[in-house]
């Protein structure tokens, strides 16, 4: 299959994020603004350390490539990088706050709701085109999270922050200007530090002590920020936002089963089924994407 390193790119990615909470729950006693900054800080630190260290010359190339752009691809790119890096800020504070503040559920529910958000961004903003078929796939999904919605408003006005700033996200960052992705991602990051960095001294809470908070901010850093959206932008030069806010789903339901299993959180026949419905639509979705068709048919 001609797009298989990128679809199992953004797999890989969304699996990932899916497992988030085993290392954001031990943290549930830190205001959810002190996560932000520190998740940041260090995010931004270690980007800014390779980025001198390792990729002196990618930044070279990338500046006299800039140069070269004309003057609306200029501002796309612009926009790729401020725009991600605030699109970035917002989901990760509404993701963190909901967490730990609200439930696992509803965190998972937001990702339910993001890939249709972002289908329906894409079809919209990039004109990307949608069958039948997969427009039935998103109604489908769409009923889904209606059915997760009853009798749960606030939590649904929650998930849809999280979905509305990640779909807003990939739509922005799909079109590919040239430029290198990590590179871009470091950028992002470092806006987002340096957005944040005003706030820290009126809003921060007290210095974390114990060193524990510092390993899972850490692994935060790496492992559930750099990583996995380095990935996700590898995948976005190969696939459609459509198609990787579809395979998003991979990340709500790992989440929805730790919630149910690993945290105890409770689950009625009514939210099961309406799992079982977006699956239903994931599969649909992917049924009728005619990449996949045709590549399936070539062989």
């Known amino acids: 299959m001609k797009n298989t390193k990128h679809y199992l790119a953004a797999i890989t990615a969304f699996t990932i994020w899916g497992f988030f909470s085993l290392v954001l729950r ?75 503040e ?23 903003i990039l004109k990307e085109h949608l069958s039948r078929g997969q427009w039935v796939a998103v109604l489908l999904s769409a009923t889904g999270c209606g059915i997760l919605a009853v009798g749960h408003l606030t939590d649904l006005l929650y998930s849809l922050l999280i979905a509305f700033s990640y ?44 060193g524990r908070f510092y390993i899972l901010i850490a692994v935060i850093a790496v492992f559930l920020t750099i990583f996995p959206l380095w990935l996700n932008l590898y995948a976005l030069k190969g696939l459609r936002s459509s198609t990787v806010g579809i395979l998003l789903y991979i990340n709500p339901v790992l989440g929805f089963m730790l919630a149910l299993t690993v945290f105890g959180e409770k689950v009625d026949a009514l939210q099961l089924s309406a799992y079982g419905v977006i699956v239903l639509a994931v599969v649909l979705f992917n049924w009728f994407n005619p990449a996949i068709r045709a590549q399936a048919a070539a062989k």
């Open 26 to 100: 031990p943290l549930q006693t830190y205001p959810s603004l002190d996560i932000l900054f520190y998740r940041v800080f260090v995010s931004g630190g270690l980007m800014l350390l390779v980025g001198i260290l390792l990729r002196r010359k990618v930044w070279t190339e990338n500046r006299q490539h800039f140069a070269a752009l004309s003057a609306a691809e200029k501002k796309g790119l612009l926009f790729q990088l401020f725009g991600g890096g605030l699109f970035l800020t917002a989901n990760w504070y509404f993701f963190i706050y909901v967490t730990n």
């Open 102 to 124: 609200v439930s696992i559920k509803a965190s998972a529910f937001a990702y339910l709701v993001c890939p249709v958000l972002t289908t329906v961004l894409a079809w919209a």
């Open 167 to 210: 779909a807003l996200y990939l739509v922005s960052q799909r079109k590919n200007y040239g430029a290198d992705r990590f590179l871009l991602l470091s950028g992002q990051i470092l806006f987002s530090a340096l957005l944040l960095l005003p706030f820290y001294p009126v809003y921060h809470g007290l210095v974390p002590v114990a």
